[in-house]
């Protein structure tokens, strides 16, 4: 079956550190891959895609490279800010006809001013 | 544009009791797919409507279900409430079905079953 495996959180760093948080997948077939980002009482926002391998999503300073050999789609970004915190999710879409997400179970992020 | 709107975004209920929740999709956008969100279980697929059409459905007990009108609007609904339905119930809408859009999501409906 399809299943995404994140990083447990939560992860607590400081203001301008680097930020990683690892992704990997399992699935069948040639999925595309998804990073959304949730913020305390909002829904799911899309951060950035990659739909297939070495392609690299990116957007507001955070990147992931779509990693076939590795099945990894790892987050990153340079220097993170206190806005980053939030709840992040890591997802794939395997295209069966239809809009259907599966979702790692999320990793909590907390940047400290 | 509008985003996705849903309503309510609060409900308490009690067990045995139903619920009916609403989503709004962006204008112009006709997939809608609901997903389920709790600490335990993460987010996980309830089901997805297209042109009014149910498209795929993930593994859940028959209590839910859902539809769509030909505005695009869905609706899902829980019958015979349980404590373990208690759960943020996030809709999200894309332009097309098929795969693999970005799919725009809403703020939820927080339900909670006393």
């Known amino acids: 079956g399809n299943s995404v495996t994140q990083m447990e959180g939560p992860v607590t760093l400081s203001e301008e550190a680097f930020l990683t948080i690892n992704c990997t997948y399992t699935a069948t077939g040639y999925p595309s891959l998804f990073w959304y980002v949730q913020y305390p009482g909002e829904g799911l926002q899309l951060l950035l895609k990659a739909t297939k391998a070495d392609d690299k999503g990116s957007n507001k300073g955070f990147e992931a490279t779509y990693r076939k050999e590795t099945t990894s789609f790892h987050l990153e970004k340079g220097s993170v800010q206190v806005s980053d915190s939030a709840v992040y999710f890591c997802?794939?879409?395997?295209?069966?006809?239809?809009?259907?997400?599966?979702f790692g179970q999320g990793t909590r992020l907390t940047i400290n001013p | 544009k509008a985003g996705v709107t849903q309503t309510p975004r609060y409900l308490i209920k009690t067990r045995g009791q139903q619920v009916t929740l609403s989503c709004s999709p962006i204008s112009g956008h006709r997939s809608v797919s609901w997903y389920q969100q709790t600490p335990g279980q993460g987010l996980q697929f309830l089901f997805e409507?297209?042109?009014?059409?149910?498209?795929n459905k993930g593994n859940f007990p028959g209590r839910f279900s859902g539809r769509q009108f030909s505005n695009s609007r869905s609706e899902m609904n829980v019958s015979t409430l349980e404590l373990g339905d208690s759960a943020l119930y996030l809709c999200?809408?894309?332009?097309?079905?098929?795969?693999?859009?970005?799919?725009?999501f809403g703020p939820g409906t927080r339900l909670t079953v006393l």
């Open positions: 997802a794939l879409s395997v295209i069966q006809g239809a809009q259907k997400l599966v």
């Open positions: 999200a809408s894309s332009p097309l079905a098929g795969g693999p859009y970005e799919q725009f």
């Open positions: 409507y297209f042109s009014e059409t149910q498209r």
